[in-house]
């Protein structure tokens, strides 16, 4: 990889993969809204709002391929998900259509399919139930990827990301939780394989219980190391006690489908 886009920078995800890609790509181009400043060598950053078409399609110059980690990471305003999150997908992958970007990493998301409940095994087929405006606009974000693979040939991993964190931060996350290490090999193998299509991914570990099947993307070769195993007697976690009729616990979305609507 020679030049490669990296939107989010400054959030969790984004910084979390800085360190972990920096040996990956001859060159990282880093973009948030907020500044970067605390550059490696071989990055660089650009400030970019995603709902400004004509920053995004500069931005988006030069680069050969581009992980799209940027926008709007937890349930808000139908306003600002509109532009961080909508808009910002639609000038991403136009960006890509005219300056030639032939394959992108989708940060999506697993509230996508929030309003499922816990005992039902997902996979790929498995039908859109969005638990907030945020999983609505990553909804629309991976029919937005499969038009432009459709139509134009521009391959996208749609990655169904679950709990990225150093560790479980609550009981759901079990389930849920995906390693650093896992979500880099993860990034590695959507640009190794020599055809990827437009393929939805769930982000999650090789936990012991799981409500995801990934066996429509096998042909990735990625295959989860770490385990949220590790951590299932942990006392903050055993301590921590749900009634099994509760939204937060019926669904697989957690606080995000037993939250009202945000606006009200």
Known sequence: ?????????????????????????????????????????NEEFVRCDLADADAVMALVEGCDAIVHFGGISTENSFENILSGN?????????????????RLFFASSNHVVGFHHRETLLDANSPMRPDSLYGVSKGFGELLAQYYYDKFGIESA???????????????????????????????????????????????????????DNRHAKFIGW????????????????????????????????????AGHFED
């Not at 909508?86 to 032939?102: D, F, L, M, W």
């Open 223 to 258: 295959t989860a190391k770490d385990s949220s195993e590790v951590f299932e007697h942990e006392a903050y976690l055993e301590e921590e006690r749900r009634d099994p009729n509760d939204p937060e616990v019926r669904f697989q979305g957690g606080v995000f489908a037993s």
């Open 1 to 41: 990889m020679k030049r490669v886009l990296l939107t989010g920078a400054a959030g969790n995800l984004g910084k979390m993969m800085r360190t972990s890609l920096a040996d990956w790509a001859s060159e990282l181009r880093l973009s948030d809204i907020e500044t970067v400043d605390d550059l490696l060598p």
């Open 86 to 102: 909508i808009k910002g997908a639609y000038h991403i992958y136009e960006a890509a259509r005219q300056q030639g970007v032939k």
């Open 158 to 212: 749609l990655v169904r990301i679950g709990s990225c964190f150093p560790k479980p931060l609550n009981r759901r996350m079990l389930s849920t939780w995906l390693s650093e290490g896992d979500l880099t090999d993860l990034i590695k193998k959507v640009y190794a394989v020599d055809r990827l299509g437009c393929t939805i991914i769930y982000g999650v570990s090789n936990n012991p219980s799981t409500w995801w």
